[in-house]
């Protein structure tokens, strides 16, 4: 398959372009620093210049999304709104300008991850867009059928456990080869409006 | 319990102020048209006067919220951010603020619905609304302990049916009394972090 990897030179964009990679496919990366095409999918007209120049797909897959962590009685209105623009909105516009884009039984995979559903201090603005996306998912599935979309949701990756292990006491961690694997059973897979959560 | 109200001359919220009344509450009604106060909780600057005009409250009950209804690809950028901005960060910014005016035990309770979980055909704002604001109320449950916070998440109230039951097709409908009875319980118990789904 033709397929759109944002968020592609990442650590888990580096893990996910190997392998679908690995697998046969033929994966065009974005970035807004390096990859093949680069675009900033925060900027709807970016993202409106991106499928214009990257032709049909059969499949976007997307590893990028930006939140603050503070504690919440710090956090402030721009705050909350960063996360949404950084995290939800980018990634709902990949979706919804990419629906005339990709074929017809094309999907979407976006990334959300574990502090939907397991709070952890200073991270109620991750919290609170994990949980927006992944609804999200779960409603455009039924409306952009035969098109498919799914969701990521990994925990702590176990690569990023020397940075950010104390954040997620006694909770497993995951390999990024893992959680690649989620973006690989996403893509090739049938099903849609699910939530993985390797 | 003296009682601060949001959206309190809606249909939920009428609801919900007979019932805090009928247990013997002193209930601040607020809304943007009519209450014992006039502001705008989409406007942070409204929510700030709100508090300081209010005084000390033992419990903040919200039953405001606004999402557009659109196909997910007829909706825009902008549409997404009504959303979040009319029922997430309002919501979101009415506990912030809140967390300094309420008592040490004091509790929030904020408004989301089914489609969080349940999707339906044009409601992937509301959708992706409701799934926000959940994650946040378990992410700022652990955050603002000893207050509390927890979500009123109802399915489509049998008052409503005659507008909106075509929406629900086969889904079964709750009385507004007994999701007024799930504000008691959020108001008058101890647990926090929780999704009640009447």
């Known amino acids: 398959m033709k397929i759109l990897l ?14 679908l990679g690995d697998r046969g496919h033929e994966v065009l990366t974005v970035g807004r620093g390096g ?49 949404f623009r950084g995290k939800v909105l980018s990634q709902i516009d990949l979706v919804r300008q990419g629906v005339p ?14 502090l939907a559903r397991e709070p952890i201090p200073t991270g109620s603005a991750a919290s609170m867009a994990n949980g927006a996306l992944e609804a999200f998912v779960r409603a455009a599935a039924i409306e952009i059928a035969p098109q498919r979309i799914n969701a990521i949701s990994p925990t702590v990756f ?17 390999d990024l080869a ?6 690989v059973r996403s893509v090739e897979g049938a099903q849609t409006g699910q939530i993985y959560a390797p």
Chains 1, 2 share one sequence.
């Not at 176990?158 to 995951?174: C, H, I």
């Open 178 to 183: 893992d959680v690649a694997q989620a973006y």
């Open 101 to 114: 884009h990709i074929a017809e039984r094309g999907s979407f995979t976006v990334i959300t991850g574990i």
């Open 35 to 83: 990859g093949d095409l680069r675009y900033d999918i925060t900027d709807p007209v970016q993202i409106t210049e991106l499928y214009d120049r990257a032709g049909r797909v059969d499949a976007v897959a997307s590893a990028a999304g930006d939140v603050p962590y503070k504690p919440v009685t710090e956090m402030t209105p721009e705050d909350y709104l960063a996360a």
């Open 158 to 174: 176990t690569e990023s456990l020397a940075d950010y292990g104390d954040y997620f006491p006694g909770m497993a961690s995951v």
């Open 6 to 19: 944002i968020g592609a030179t990442g650590t888990l964009g580096t893990a996910v372009h190997k392998a």
